[in-house]
């Protein structure tokens, strides 16, 4: 299984998000082609109700507490409920490119 369906899972089993988006962007970054290493995630749920932000974060980082302590490199995190979700137009901005990993 990819560690993007991994994340995809435990997201949907934990959460049931209205709104979910596993983006692999390792492709942006100077690691060997097909890596699954760099992810942003965009969690719409209602489970987030009543959270702060870092609680929002938290929460995801204990439920992918494995996989940041191996194969991910970094995740980038976007946790909105519902009603924030439609506030924002239904997007996120987009990530900055790569500026470091010895790239030249």
């Known amino acids: 299984m990819s560690i993007a369906q991994l994340i995809n899972d435990k997201v949907v089993e934990a959460l049931a998000p209205a709104h979910l988006d596993v983006i692999n962007e390792s492709s942006n970054h100077n690691v060997p082609a097909n890596s699954e290493t760099h992810f942003k995630l965009v969690v719409v749920s ?20 494995d996989q940041l302590a191996g194969p991910i490199h970094a995740l980038s995190l976007h946790t909105h409920t519902t009603s924030e979700w439609l506030d924002k137009g239904e997007s996120v901005p987009d990530s900055p490119p790569c500026l470091g990993g010895g790239a030249s």
């Open 46 to 65: 209602e489970a987030f109700a009543g959270l702060s932000l870092i609680q929002r974060h938290r929460t995801l980082n204990k439920l992918l507490a």
